[in-house]
Each structure stands twice: as C-alpha cells, then as structure tokens.
C-alpha cells in the first residue's frame, strides 16, 4: 500500500523536526522556489520602478484629460460644387435650387446660435440639412456622421430630430378643406385627364399604405402585426393628378382596415361638411364604404357596359394615389427597411416629411418639363396647383371648358346661365337626376352634421349613377381585352 504523503501524522513529524532544528523561529522557512524569486525581486529593485504610462484611450472608461481628435468638418460649398445636377439628385432627391431654398426657408429655425468648446462654429443649416436628406434617402447613420465631421451619434439624431420638424413646419400640405380654388383645379385636371370633363367633380385620390416599422414597445403591440405578415402603422393620403399628396394621417396601427382608419380621421368629417352637396368627392377603391365624400367603384362583375365603363375611368383616376405611394418609396430609401424609433411619433414625422419633399420634386418635374416643353403622354392639362398648361392660350382653355359644359347642360336640359364659364361641370343638387343648380345655389347650412347619413348616402350613390351614364355616352369604350378579363 503506497505511503500517504499529506496524512496528519506526516503533518505531525514535520512540525516536530522543524521546532528541533529552529527553535528560535516562529515560522516555517520558505520553500526553495519562493526563495529564488525573492532574490531576485530584492537585487533588481522593483519598488523603485515608475509606473508605466496610462493608455491614451481606453474603451470601456474615457479619462477626463482626454479628448478624440475633432473629425473634418465637410465644406458644403465644395462638396456641392464637385457634384453634378444629376449626380446631386441622386445623393440627395432634391435639385440644388430647391436645396437652396429650403437651406434659406429652414436658416431661422436652425442657424448655429453656440459655439464649440474649441471655438469654431456648430453645424451650418446647409450640413444639417444634408445629413437629413442622406438619411431620408437611405444612408446609414454612421456613414452620414462620418462623412459630414459629426462627432457621435447622439449629435446626429438631435440636429436630425431638429431638422425634421423644422422641415414639417416650412412645408406644407395644401388646404384640401377649405380651399375651393384647390377643388375647382384639381377636379379640372382629374376630368381631362382621360375623359374630356365628363369625369367632373374628383378632387382626389384616396388610399392607404403600410409603413413598416420594427416592433413597437407599446401596449397592444399585436394591434401593429398586419395581415401580410410584418409590424407595420396604416397611412392614409390623398393624392392629386400629379401624384402629389395633399394629405396624410397615421393614426392606427397595421392591422386596422383602410375603411377603419379613414373614419378615425379629421378629414372624413371636415371634408364631408365642407362638400356638402357640391358634386366633389374624392374616389377610393372598394375597401372603402359609399359614403360622403367618396365615390367607390360598383361592386361585382356583369354589371353591365355603363357601371363597367365608369369603373375603368374611375380606376384610371384612382392609380395616381398609388403612383405617389410607388414614387415616394423608391425616391426615399429610409422605407426600403422598417423603421426603429424609440416613439411612434418620429415616425409620423419621417412619412410626413418625405411626402411634402416628394411633393417638391414632383414640383420641380412640372417646372422643368414646362421649361423645356416636354410633356409625357396623358399627362394633365394643369401644370401645379394653378395655371393652365402653357401651350393652350388663356382664351382657348376656356373655350374648350365652355364648349364642353355647354354640350352636357344641353344633353339634361338644364340652363347654362346659371354655371359661371370657365368652371368645371359638377353635378350639384338635393336630386341629382332632376333639378340642377350652381354652387353658388347650395345651402350649406342644411347639411347634415353626419356624413354618412342616409341623406348623404343616397346623394353619393345618385351622383355616382349619373357621373357613370355620362362618361358611357360620351368617353372612349373600354378596351375589349380588360373587358373580357374583367368578365371572365
């Protein structure tokens, strides 16, 4: 059996052989290798070393004492001249005249009123303006901040945050409610577009859009999960004949209906009671109900030519809402991927933002091709919110609506005295299908405060029914391919 070499009685023996060899020691000497190594700390002295240096930086703790080097501020005026028109747009989604613009609309909200602690000037408005261009066109935050000569992150999303409200508060959408000027131009354009006027009264194109958002740390977050399978928030915007957005809400998550978040809005109510009963109205698709101030397309198939034709041109009208939706998300790449803000609020403001930018280079498409007379396909015979396209004369324009509404009133007996010239034909009445009178004629007063009433109802679905007789009697039959598709 082998010999055990830490038993208490080896124990024993050991202390006994030590106190006879030291009895004048009160502790046991050090073992052979603990001894070398005191030899060698005593001869070379290692308490009379310095300590060495502290690292310059270190990442988990910064020293007071030091501070990163300053990056190089970008020199916007270089940057923007070393670039070209196009080469610009591309970067940046605006021209450098509409750049400018904004850099001068935006200066009072967002001019530099500190200094650095090295004493040189904060960020100008033209960088904080970049940065929020690059990042609304899909640039990673990280690039921006090191590309411009941002310090941190934290900086970038403050002069970004800044930037964007500012943006929110220069830009605006038109006036949809109140602004008749607006209606009377809108819905001119919408009926020459494809029909020669008799698809009068269209102010707008309705629709909704999912905006993808990372999910959100709210309650109900099941609420933002939708139906094809992504978090996401409801927009609803109207668009005009240029694919220009004359307004947007976001006011429910993903999983609400198109129809849900439409009447949760302001608009729905204002609308329906700045209309009344003037003949304007507003065209969705059929996820939304019949009611004031909309025109749905008829639902089902076999319905015959005259329901069959008016939804065509009625759809025709309609695809500008989804155009805009098209152009906005391929323009701004910041949609390419969800969004991740901490609150629901920013991201209200981001879809905001772009769609009033959108509705910048939609403008200076209109301003450029008018320039140089270029005028794509159908396109409209109304260039922005007012004026007729150039290559009609004043006098001419007028005469093409005059002859125009002459023909209709003639058509339904009805006296033309009472329509001012010049105006669009709108259907106005208590009884659409007998009496007609002018807009100045309408009562406002009695209209009723609900805007699906009943009344309403009744008004939208005759004005519908005679707005579909008139463009089969007198517009272009629908192709035979989509009609045999839309009968199959």
Known sequence: MPKRSHGKRQVRRQRKRWRTEFPDRHTPPLPPQLMTLFAFLTTTRWWDRKPPPPPRYSPGKRSTSYRPTKKQRMHWATRRDGLTDVEFVQRYKVTKRRFASLSAALD???????????????????????????????????????????????TF??????????????????????DETLWETVARAFGNKRTDGYLAGMIGALDGIHIRIFKPLVRGTNAYFNRKGFFSVNCQAVADHESRFLWMSIRCP????????????????????????????????????????????????????IKDVFNFYHSSARMRVEMAFGQLVARFGIFWRPLRFKTLDKVTLVVSVAMKLHNCCVEDRIAGSAAVGEHEGDESMVDGFGGVRASLADGETEDFMVRHEAEFFRGHNINTALVPPGRCVLLTSDNVVGDYYADDDVDTEAVVDDQ?????????????????????ANCPPRPASNLANSRA
């Open 108 to 154: 009072p909200y967002l001019s530099p009123k500190r200094h650095d602690s090295d004493g040189t000037n904060a960020l100008s408005t033209d960088l904080k303006l970049s940065m929020t261009l690059r990042f609304l066109a899909g640039g990673a935050p990280v690039d921006i901040l090191d590309i411009h000569g941002v310090r941190s992150l934290s």
């Open 157 to 178: 999303y403050t002069h970004l945050w800044a930037t964007c409200e500012a943006l929110d508060i220069v830009l605006e959408f038109p006036d949809l409610v109140h």
């Open 452 to 472: 699906a009433s009943p009344d309403h109802r009744e008004y939208f679905r005759k004005l519908r029914d005679v707005i579909a007789s008139r463009v089969h």
């Open 254 to 305: 993903g999983s609400s209906h198109d129809s849900l978040a439409w009447r949760v809005s302001d608009l729905s109510v204002e609308l329906a009671h700045a209309i009344g009963k003037r003949g304007y109205w507003l065209a969705a698709d059929d996820a939304y109900a019949q009611s004031a101030p909309i025109l749905t397309p008829y639902p089902g198939r076999n319905i015959g030519d």
